[in-house]
């Protein structure tokens, strides 16, 4: 990633010193030196390579004899030209040309461009205390003024930073961690700046005490300091025009650019920041989209979008979130200071002129719209509508579940994923149904269900969590989530058995659109009712009980306060801890399953030993239901966009031809790509539904 000082010094040597012959050329073509005899060369260096450069100190020059393409395919020879190096170690086949002031305490590597820059240099005077290259700078997430840092490293990844700002209660956890990240930042050498092999650096101001790694692209920067860009061949990470960063790392990948200015801010693998963005004291992680706006103290979680002017991000904890144009979160309540943060849970959306007064927490995948002022806690009302009404915040619990914009933003997510280097450090789960959000609903479900029970009837509001749900809502939004909670189960159970029951030969000849899933071979395969119930129970405990979201992994809170309490042990540095988070969230499909069946079970209010074929049938039978009626609901939904109402402005000129117009532009509601995918997941689900059952009931008792 970037390049260590040993390495871009064996790539060059071994050196010998100037022959006096060669210090003639260099004189003649206009080059000086203080002491040539500090100037040591690759054994086939070519002084007729270098023209008006000032030597000063020890410098250790490669050998220069290849070409270089430039921008617009223009190649010419490698070679310094106007420039003055002061303590440098120079690779094979660089191109420096037109350095304003100087290149000091520099190491860099073969096949670098550096072309028309004012000054590259290290200066640990110029890098705050305790600090190197952006590793070590405390970042005030979430508090603005503090309680909740987080000291960035190289690879800090969503999940650290979650434990760090936001596990305050687990002291010695955070207090090891910041022991062992101030360890690995006193490792890293401050007493020089590096250049990766293949980085090019052109048409930019400073770079002070700044690290840049292999193939990145730094291109119009106007001031960068205390900073590394990391950078590799298979992600290359680009700094664009007009960019100011102090107090930064960059993550591979990932691209600023566009007038952006930062101020202790970490930048995740496939993040995109431009187009005037500032952002200080945030942590932006992997593939977030920031642009326009502004983020104060923000912990960015992955696919944080944000992309108009007029937005500002405050003290806030988001990720899968799409903001609208004038978010406003506000955490100053002119008391104490900005004191107050909020949580906006995964895949949350704010409508345009949202405004939210912190502290609030609102639940996943809901839309808000209209301002809030109350301290407002939804957490466990997932997938609603968050609205103004006259003044008060009113909740439609479940209402953006069967919404066509969710299940786009569900499918959307995965394919969007910008990270190209293969060493990946946030671990992201992009499912809309997990034991996260299930695990809110079953909750959400038994208080709608309470509510319902409680309220008068002339009330048209009932109270809860800062928040008014109209009493109409209330049964409804109960059976959304007992739907939503059906639709899941049902379909890991319909996987599992698939895996457990080889296919009928009824299926087998009619080619099911859905082909069966792989099964298990030989005689492990069930043979009657009770073997498939025993083989659908075997499974651990590790994954039952409450379901945590860290910043994009979600996985049990025992087994991450398990991991916990290792660090806190000192019997896991942070290698192991990134290692121990990776393992868990590559067991996420076993230990979802264990979720599975503790829910599954306690739905139907039964032990495992009373458990049926007649229990399993309903499971599936309630599954197909439960997923066509909303697939169906999401169909209506997305049939809105063509209906009569959508006309307006189609057929500019002539009325008449306003449905062929609109026709032309965006075809029509059966031929939406989006419509047959949700026509085809429903002939997909009944035609497994009924193999299913067919394989079910040919079991014995």
């Known amino acids: ?30 080059c000086t030196a203080g002491d040539w005899g500090d100037v040591k060369v690759a054994e086939t260096f070519d002084p007729a390579a270098l023209r008006s450069v000032a030597f000063s100190g020890p410098v250790r020059l490669g050998a220069l004899q290849q070409t270089v393409t430039l921008e617009g395919g223009v190649e010419v020879a490698s070679g310094i030209t106007n420039a003055a190096l002061c303590d440098c170690t120079i690779g094979h086949n660089v191109f420096i040309r037109n350095v304003g002031r100087h290149l000091a305490h520099l190491d860099v590597g073969d096949d670098v461009v550096i072309d028309n820059v004012g000054l590259i240099a290290a200066d640990p005077a110029a890098a705050p205390p305790n600090t190197a290259f952006g590793s070590g700078v405390r970042v005030e997430a979430l508090n603005e003024a503090g309680g909740r840092s987080v000291l ?8 650290m930073a979650y434990i760090l700002a936001l596990y305050r209660h687990r002291r010695d956890v955070v207090d090891a961690l910041d022991r062992l990240i101030v360890d690995a930042v006193h490792r890293i050498p401050t007493q020089r700046a590096s250049i990766g092999r293949g980085a090019r650096i052109l048409d930019s101001g400073s770079l002070v005490n700044v690290r840049v790694g292999e193939s990145a692209v ?6 960068l300091s205390n900073g590394t860009i990391h950078s590799s061949p298979a992600a290359p990470t680009r700094v664009g025009e007009g960019v100011t960063a102090e107090c930064f790392l960059l993550a591979a990948g990932s691209a600023v650019e566009s007038g952006a200015w930062l101020s202790h801010v970490f930048v995740g693998q496939g993040a995109r920041l431009g187009r005037n963005f500032s952002a200080q004291h ?5 593939n977030s989209e920031l642009s326009e706006g502004e983020a104060c103290s923000v912990l960015a979680g992955p696919y944080t979008v944000s992309h108009h002017k007029s937005s500002l991000l405050i003290a806030g904890l988001y990720s899968f979130f799409n903001a609208g144009s004038g978010t406003n979160h506000s955490n100053h309540m002119y008391k104490l200071g900005p004191l107050h943060s909020g949580v906006l849970e995964r895949g949350c ?10 502290p609030a927490r609102v639940g996943a995948f809901t839309v808000i719209l209209g301002r809030h002022a109350g301290r407002i806690d939804t957490a466990i009302f997932p997938f609603s509508q968050l609205r103004e009404v006259a003044g008060k915040s009113v909740l439609i619990p479940g209402a953006n579940f069967y919404t066509c914009g969710t299940r786009r933003d569900a499918a959307k997510w995965p394919a969007r994923d910008r990270r190209t280097d293969p060493d990946q450090l946030d671990l992201v789960r992009f499912e809309p149904l997990n034991p996260v959000t299930v695990g809110r609903m079953i909750e959400g479900r038994s208080v709608l269900r309470e509510l319902a029970g409680s309220v008068h009837p002339d009330e048209e509001f009932a109270s809860c969590q800062g928040v008014s749900i109209p009493c109409s809502r209330l049964h409804k939004g109960a059976g959304v989530y007992e739907m939503a909670i059906q639709l899941y189960l049902g379909e890991h159970i319909a996987e599992r058995i698939e895996r457990l029951l080889p296919p009928t030969a009824e299926a087998k000849a009619t080619h099911a659109e859905a082909p ?42 025992s087994a991450v306060d398990n991991i916990l309490d290792d660090v806190a042990a000192g019997k896991c540095d942070l290698a192991g801890l990134e290692a121990a988070l990776r393992e868990l ?12 069946v503790m829910a599954w079970l306690a739905e139907l209010q039964l032990p495992p030993d009373r458990l049926t074929l007649h229990e399993i049938e309903t499971c599936v039978q309630e599954w197909k239901a439960a997923t066509l009626q909303c697939n169906n609901w999401v169909l209506r939904d997305a049939e809105g966009e063509f209906t009569q109402g959508t006309l307006v402005g189609y057929g500019i000129d002539d009325p008449e031809t306003a449905i062929a117009d609109f026709q032309a532009v965006r075809g029509t509601f059966q031929q939406h790509s989006f419509v047959r995918g949700v026509l085809k997941q429903n002939r997909e689900v009944t035609a497994r539904a009924d193999e299913l059952l067919r394989r079910i009931r040919r079991l014995t008792v």
Do not use: N
Not at 152 to 159: A, H, T, V
Not at 585 to 596: G, R
């Open 282 to 286: 945030s942590l932006v992680f992997a």
């Open 152 to 159: 960035m490293f190289d690879r800090l990844s969503s999940q």
């Open 585 to 596: 969230h590559q067991k996420y499909a076993e230990l979802q399953w264990e979720f599975v």
């Open 349 to 358: 959306k704010t409508g345009s002129s949202a405004y939210v007064l912190w």
């Open 516 to 557: 069966p899933a792989p099964v298990v071979a030989g005689d492990s395969l069930p043979r009657s009712g009770g073997e498939l119930i025993d083989d659908l129970l075997r499974c651990g405990t590790a994954g039952r009980g409450a379901w945590v979201d860290l910043c994009g992994m979600v996985a049990p809170q």
């Open 218 to 223: 730094v291109a119009g920067a106007l001031r």
């Open 1 to 30: 990633m970037v390049p260590t000082l040993s390495a871009i010094a064996t790539k060059a040597g071994p050196y010998r010193p100037l022959r006096e012959t060669e210090i003639a050329a260099l004189v003649r073509g206009g």
